[in-house]
């Protein structure tokens, strides 16, 4: 069975960083690339971040480039999402989804951006 | 970037009758490898959405027969008969032929 847990959420002050994880089982990690994708309380979906299955790249929208940080550990079977420079409009849960067409979703994990 | 364009934003239904949703995207879906990458999920209330159909007409696994996609191009549906109380929830359209992946803006399937 296919299983994605992310952890990491929590309150941060904006400006501030956070890191997110994603622990995978249930499949051979490293065979798929990897997508964040946010929702905002009450709003609708929007993606975030995508690695291949090597880490060799990442892609971003252009609202997280710069300031988001996608990356992977193969051999943890283990996602991340390093955030810098933390917005109030980052607030959002944050999903660990599994492929570049994003088929198993995790549970999320929610990130508060406020002082 | 490719806006998809996702009606209606509510729709009521009886139990046991059908719904159709609608998503209209910018441009064509179709992948330059042929492929056309336009998703559907289902968010039940207090969950995390949840993989219905892929690629414009594919049931994922689990997902029952009263599900069905079609479309191409620009233009996709996604028609739910003989609607049950599970069936309920936020409904979005998701492209990802291109960057940026782009999602609708969701349909809230309610009872009437």
């Known amino acids: 069975e296919v299983q994605l847990v992310e952890s990491g959420g929590g309150l941060v002050q904006p400006g501030r960083s956070l890191k997110l994880s994603c622990v995978a089982s249930?499949?051979?990690?490293?065979?798929?690339?990897m997508t964040w994708i946010r929702q905002a309380p009450g709003k609708g979906l929007e993606w975030v971040a995508s690695i291949t299955n090597t880490g060799g790249s990442t892609y971003y929208p252009d609202s997280v480039k710069g300031r988001f940080t996608i990356s992977r550990d193969n051999a943890k079977s283990t996602l991340y999402l390093q955030m810098n420079s933390l917005r109030s409009e980052d607030t959002a849960t944050y999903y660990c989804?599994?492929?570049?067409?994003?088929?198993?979703w995790g549970q999320g994990t929610l990130v508060t951006v406020s002082s | 970037d490719v806006v998809m364009t996702q009606t209606p934003v509510s729709l009521p239904v009886s139990l046991g009758g059908q719904a159709s949703i609608s998503c209209r995207s910018s441009?064509?879906?179709?992948?330059?490898?042929?492929?056309?990458?336009l998703h559907w999920y289902l968010q039940k209330p207090g969950q995390s959405p949840q993989l219905l159909i892929y690629r414009v007409s594919n049931r994922f696994s689990g997902v029952p027969d009263r599900f069905s996609g079609s479309g191409s191009g620009t233009d996709f549906t996604l028609k739910i008969s003989r609607v049950e109380p599970e069936d309920l929830g936020d409904y979005y359209c998701?492209?990802?032929?291109?960057?940026?992946?782009?999602f609708g803006s969701g349909t809230k399937l309610e009872i009437k």
């Open positions: 441009q064509s879906l179709v992948h330059s490898n042929g492929n056309t990458y």
């Open positions: 998701l492209q990802s032929t291109h960057f940026p992946l782009t």
């Open positions: 989804t599994r492929g570049a067409h994003p088929a198993y």
């Open positions: 249930g499949f051979t990690f490293n065979n798929y690339w």
